[in-house]
């Protein structure tokens, strides 16, 4: 074994590349593999009619402390979203703001008919009751499903069904929510400590900004591995192309590149969004917007960035559905207009972009905070949310427990040696 072994990671989501700065920062460079032409891996921003069009809708949370450790935020040049969102029905809107951080909140969140004044004292309690637990704690306590939790906390299923229902539907993509209540306290607290934001151009951006520090790893796109041989690390490539490697850390699914390696399969949860042109918002643009109304599709509503500077009078609209349904794309298309209409007011809709997101999360029974047995035999290590939980904080955490545990394993080869 040499001093400066050879190093590959599959994978340059956020995972491998943060497992890439991981090794970096210790010494060691890496060459990243990616099947893909762009790194990122979920997170795919296409820049059309001068808009930032995610592929599927997500925001960065600032609270997350892997996204602190290695996400340079200022040069993300971020918008965020006013705390709270906007429930729209039937062409009426009601605000659930968190009123301590934007007191101009306060009188339209007493007003929501959308929750009881027992459910805003509620919520008030949850805030301060998790901003106190440690992170920790959380994913330490027994789980329930997020549903159980509200009802035993005493949510009124007024506020459950117009508030919590749509919201953390759109974030947790499964509209029954049977998450864990690990999983809903973790994300209620970095909500409650941080903002939810965008990068000015998209969540690309911040696959860029992990990139961008990396000065001795080579990222190779357009890559694809199709199996490794754990015996001698030998990685075979799509292109004939065999790579000796020292130490692997495959920061993906390990299905197809190392089979039999996983015994259970893993299940993903899926969304699609769609993108439309209108002339003017129906509320307010850094509010997120939610649609309770169990019989409509669309779940979230928000609005894209703007990257063209140029003034028009139009935005871009973002349309998120995770509800299960049989409609072929141009069906979807115009149901989705008729909701607008109907649950907004919005007309003349210029549809835009659609995109299927089959694999958007893991869909994970056992939610842990750090990820456990990143090591899968000498020399292999593996990354990815799909290891703790469906979040680019468990990503990023992933990425740094693989090269630490190579890290480690190399310095006592080394040792050995000696
Ligand atoms: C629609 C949507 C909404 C989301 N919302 C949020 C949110 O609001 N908040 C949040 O925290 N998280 C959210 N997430 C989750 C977050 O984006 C992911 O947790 C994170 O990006 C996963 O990173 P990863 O490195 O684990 O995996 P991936 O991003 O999937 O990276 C894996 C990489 O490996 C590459 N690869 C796979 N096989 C091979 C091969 N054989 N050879 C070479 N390369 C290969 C892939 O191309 C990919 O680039 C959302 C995700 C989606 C899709």
Redesign the pocket.
Known sequence: MLKNPSVYI????????ASARVLEDNGYSATV????KK?????QTDIIDGYALD???????TA?PAVNKYLDLASLNLAYFQPGAVILSNGRQSVMGDPLRQPSMLLKTLLSPAASVKDKFLIYRLTRHLKAKTINAIFDAPEISTLEYLKAYGFSHVIIENFFMPFFTG?Y?EDKLSTSSRMFEFIFKMFSQGRAALPANG?HDVAQALARPLARSAIRTS????NIEPDNRRIHLESGEVLEADYIIL???TD??LPGYHTERILWKK?T?LYFKVAHPASNQQLIGLIPDPDTLINTLSYAQRVDPQKDNEVMLSVTIVKEHALEDKELIEKVKEELLQQCGFTNLRFVKLYH?P???PDIKDVLYVPKNVTVSEGIFI????LAN??????LL??DYAAKALIEQHRSVMDQQR
């Open positions: 599959i994978g340059a989501g956020a995972s491998g590349l593999l990616e099947a893909e790194i990122g891996g979920r997170l592929h599927g809708f997500q925001v960065l949370l997350y974030i993509l969540m890559t694809t591995v199709v920061a993906t699914n197809k590149v969304c969004t997101i694999k958007a999360l990354a990815g949310d799909m469906g979040s680019l904080n468990a990503a992933s990425g």
